[in-house]
T-cell receptor, first 117, second 112 residues
Framework: DTEVTQTPKHLVMGMTNKKSLKCEQH?????MYWYKQKAKKPPELMFV???????INESVPSRFSPECPNSSLLNLHLHALQPEDSALYLC????????????????FGPGTRLTVL | AQSVSQHNHHVILSEAASLELGCNYS??????LFWYVQYPGQHLQLLLK??????LVKGIKGFEAEFIKSKFSFNLRKPSVQWSDTAEYFC??????????FGAGTRLTVKP
């Protein structure tokens, strides 16, 4: 099973709302990722969690707050977003991250399409 | 840090035509190479990957890619495309200890 699930599929929120995106995998992977993908663009890495610890924050604004409550779950808390934050938010997982010799493949979820009004 | 270049922004082919999508990367060390496909309205799916060994890699749906180390290239090929291959194709590079970097993507349109 190489499935990564994400909820919700679609989310519309106002700039003053607080919402959360959820991601789950049961492959025993210890690395999880959040990416942002704008239309007709490649995914851009936002955060990397390795063994439930935040390892990479690609200078993402603080209105995005990741959380990894356990090895299977990854959340992205959203607060005071801007219309330009509208995008497809992808979660991915892999066995490990950052190993000196890594042969890990990242498996992607279907994404949450976020619209900020 | 590594970077990835995909030469073709949009490729239009007729069914049964052969396909080759270019991908070049810039990184001097050992890399892992991937091709992902994103069908309209769907999520990224892994087509194939190269870690080591035989530089000619076969993936799903009749796709293959060849790693040419001297050219820093990992081009994707398919001998005969189908209408259902219409999608966005992303080349990605992951150097050990570094993050995955995606190319800008190539949009493939196959005319029936």
């Amino acid at each position: 099973d190489t499935e990564v699930t994400q909820t919700p599929k679609h989310l519309v929120m106002g700039m003053t709302n607080k919402k959360s995106l959820k991601c789950e995998q049961h492959m025993g992977h210890r690395a999880m990722y959040w990416y942002k993908q704008k239309a007709k663009k490649p995914p851009e890495l936002m955060f990397v969690y390795s063994y439930e610890k935040l390892s990479i924050n690609e200078s993402v604004p603080s209105r995005f707050s990741p959380e990894c409550p356990n090895s299977s779950l990854l959340n992205l808390h959203l607060h005071a977003l801007q219309p330009e934050d509208s995008a497809l938010y992808l979660c991915a997982s892999s066995q490990r991250w950052g190993a000196p010799v890594s042969t890990d493949t990242q498996y992607f979820g279907p994404g949450t399409r976020l619209t900020v009004l | 840090a590594q970077s990835v270049s995909q030469h073709n922004h949009h490729v239009i082919l007729s069914e049964a035509a052969s396909l080759e999508l270019g991908c070049n990367y810039s990184y001097g060390g050992t890399v892992n190479l991937f091709w992902y496909v994103q069908y309209p309205g769907q999520h990224l799916q892994l087509l194939l990957k190269y870690f080591s060994g035989d530089p000619l890699v076969k993936g799903i749906k009749g796709f293959e890619a060849e790693f040419i180390k001297s050219k820093f290239s990992f081009n994707l090929r398919k001998p005969s495309v189908q209408w259902s291959d219409t999608a966005e194709y992303f080349c990605a590079v992951n150097a050990p200890g570094n993050d995955m970097r995606f190319g800008a993507g190539t949009r493939l349109t196959v005319k029936p």
